[in-house]
């Protein structure tokens, strides 16, 4: 009887008061239908599971049940049971909408940062995501190592080791919750070990120093010259912060020189480089930029992240870590930010070649965008240069000195969200401004494209 009763039936939390125990169950039935703690559609347990849950009588549930389905405030059919009416909640009436208001999000969007969330591959994420659950070994299920899972470990090392050549020992390699968190820890890590300054790039995005600074790290802009940052003239700082492969927002390559420059400094002072692999697997005109860590990986931290090679909201990224940063790392509860079922799903999706297939097809989709936006800028504003566009999923507009603050007034008049340059500048940057727009043409899905691209030529100069 205790086992029948453990398992029979579903749950619902309800404290009957009043005199009487039909009148008590029936008006606590009624008050939970009329705050909406029971939803419209809500199934309620059978008769005989609430009786027995509450102790009772079946025949009083019963009574309590015909009264409010007599009400209107709940339904019993054959087969389906006993729900809350869809009615049985008095909807608040809608509010007028003001005229004049702007809309809280423009209908077209090119906002950099984001992929194409429509092209997200579904069907093949779910049978990756069956054929590891199906695979998955019991105590999967458990604590595990705080680095990760292994399988995940194992198929990242090997993958990053094909495409980006980087040095990955699946032992010095941390599963985190994205960019965002993995740069956390290793803030959070640094500034225990005694730093207190991150150089950054002069450009690049305020959330991100947000977190260093909350962190506990002050971040100090690099000098800049015809070349690129200077990460030689880091100082001492603890680390320095950089997108090698294809710097955000500016959109290059960081030079042979300025790489070793980099790697030097990092062994003359005992700092960290941490690599921000921003956009690396996607390249349109150029052979790859190999990761900066092959050079040196017991003074650079590698990170990457699957944000934008598959979706942001799977929260999934990764670092290499040096052997003496590991344990520091570690210490700030770094691997059970992620759950497991993601992680054995992607890497299935890695093993299975799946993830490459995806790749190489978004990179195609994504320079016809491209080839699509500069094609357009060039026929309907000469005077504006596309930069930045030979990797990634974003470019830069060069407009006309004084005009950024005026297109992007104009962009928002034609319905468009984009963001101008000026917007990524470090508050301490010494570089000189310049007016332009940080356009990410991956943001819009395909049936969005071409009036989100009539949208931007519109508003340019």
Do not use: N
């Given at each position: 009887m205790a086992e029948r009763w453990a398992t029979f039936g579903i749950d619902l939390h309800l404290e009957p008061t009043g005199p009487g125990l039909r009148r008590g169950l029936t008006d606590a039935l009624r008050e939970a239908v009329r705050t909406g703690r029971l939803a419209p559609g809500t199934r309620l347990p059978s008769s005989r599971s609430l009786a027995t849950d509450l102790g009772i009588a079946r025949n009083t549930v019963a009574d309590a049940y015909a009264d409010l389905v007599a009400e209107g405030r709940l339904t019993a059919r054959q087969g389906s049971g006993t729900r809350v009416a869809d009615r049985a909640v008095p909807r608040p009436p809608a509010r007028p909408s003001t005229p004049g208001r702007a809309p809280g999000r423009l209908p077209y969007d090119l906002v950099p940062g984001t992929p194409d969330l429509a092209s997200f591959p579904r069907a093949g994420w779910l049978r990756a995501a069956r054929r590891a659950l199906t695979a998955a070994p019991n105590d999967a299920f458990g604590y595990g190592d705080p680095r990760g899972r292994p399988e995940l470990r194992t198929a990242l090392a090997d993958y990053l080791a094909r495409v980006r050549g980087v040095r990955a020992d699946p032992e010095r390699?941390?599963?985190?919750?994205?960019?965002?968190?993995?740069?956390?820890?290793?803030?959070?890590?640094l500034r225990a070990r005694g730093a207190r300054t991150l150089a950054?790039?002069?450009?690049?995005?305020?959330?991100?120093?947000?977190?260093?600074?909350?962190?506990?790290?002050?971040?100090v802009p690099l000098p800049v010259d015809d070349a690129g940052p200077r990460p030689g003239d880091a100082g001492d700082a603890g680390a320095v912060l950089l997108n090698p492969a294809h710097q955000f927002p500016l959109g290059g390559a960081l030079v042979p020189e300025r790489r070793a420059e980099a790697v030097d400094w990092a062994r003359r002072t005992g700092g960290l480089v941490l690599e921000d692999d921003y956009d690396g697997e996607f390249r349109y005109d150029r052979q790859a930029v190999g990761?900066?860590?092959d050079l040196d990986p017991d003074h650079v931290v590698y990170l990457g992240t699957a944000s934008k090679s598959l979706a942001p909201g799977?929260?999934?990224?990764?670092?290499?870590?040096p052997e003496r940063l590991l344990p520091d790392v570690l210490a700030q509860g770094a691997g059970r930010s992620v759950g497991v079922l993601e992680q054995l799903t992607l890497a299935e999706f890695l093993t299975s070649g799946a993830y490459d297939r995806h790749v190489r097809a978004a990179r195609l989709r994504y320079r016809r965008r491209r080839d699509a936006l500069v094609a357009a800028v060039s026929a309907r504003?000469?005077?504006?240069?596309?930069?930045?566009?030979?990797?990634?999923?974003?470019?830069?507009?060069?407009?006309?000195?004084?005009?950024?603050?005026?297109?992007?007034?104009?962009?928002?008049?034609?319905?468009?969200?984009v963001?101008?340059?000026s917007r990524f500048r470090h508050p301490a940057a010494t570089v000189p401004p310049a007016d332009a727009l940080v356009?990410?043409?991956?943001?819009?899905?395909?049936?969005?494209?071409?009036?989100?691209?009539?949208?931007?030529?519109?508003?340019?100069?």
């Open positions: 390699l941390v599963v985190c919750a994205g960019f965002a968190e993995g740069l956390r820890l290793l803030c959070t890590a950054v790039e002069p450009y690049g995005l305020d959330v991100h120093w947000d977190l260093v600074e909350r962190a506990g790290l002050r971040t990761a900066l860590q799977l929260r999934l990224g990764w670092m290499v870590l504003a000469p005077e504006v240069r596309v930069t930045g566009i030979a990797a990634g999923l974003h470019a830069v507009l060069r407009l006309p000195p004084g005009t950024e603050q005026s297109v992007v007034r104009a962009a928002t008049w034609q319905g468009l969200a963001h101008g340059l356009v990410g043409y991956a943001t819009p899905p395909d049936h969005a494209w071409t009036g989100t691209l009539e949208a931007l030529c519109k508003a340019l100069p």
